[in-house]
Nanobody
Framework: QVQLVESGGGLGQAGGSLRLSCAAS????????MGWYRQAPGKQRDWVAS????????YADSVKGRFTVSRDNVKITKVYLQMNSLKPEDTGSYFC??????????????WGQGTQVTVSS
């Protein structure tokens, strides 16, 4: 199993910044994809940003130019989401998802428990 733990959520102000972290742990795992998703109350969970093992990053149009996803090393074990120019509509629970394999096994999806971000106007 791969465990994901998010941290760094909290209360932010419109125009301000917050930084989220997602740490992966487990035995003999490799991550091909790590993404951030958010879910507002009563709404579906939407993809926000992601990075892959080849170093590429992608962003939803709603956060492009404001959010930056980064990671700590070549083997993805920790990723960050730097959120700048926050807007009230960025409010929601932010979840980290990894697509990873154990050893040479098949790839599976793993989710963190989420961290709450609330942006006040």
């Amino acid at each position: 199993q791969v465990q994901l733990v998010e941290s760094g959520g909290g209360l932010g102000q419109a125009g301000g910044s917050l930084r989220l972290s997602c740490a992966a742990s487990g035995s003999d795992f490799s991550i091909a994809f790590m993404g951030w998703y958010r879910q507002a109350p009563g709404k579906q969970r939407d993809w926000v940003a992601s990075t892959t093992s080849d170093g590429s990053t992608n962003y939803a149009d709603s956060v492009k130019g404001r959010f930056t996803v980064s990671r700590d090393n070549v083997k993805i074990t920790k990723v960050y989401l730097q959120m700048n120019s926050l807007k009230p509509e960025d409010t929601g629970s932010y979840f980290c998802k990894a697509v990873a394999r154990l050893g040479r096994g098949p790839y599976s999806e793993y989710w963190g428990q989420g961290t709450q971000v609330t942006v006040s106007s």
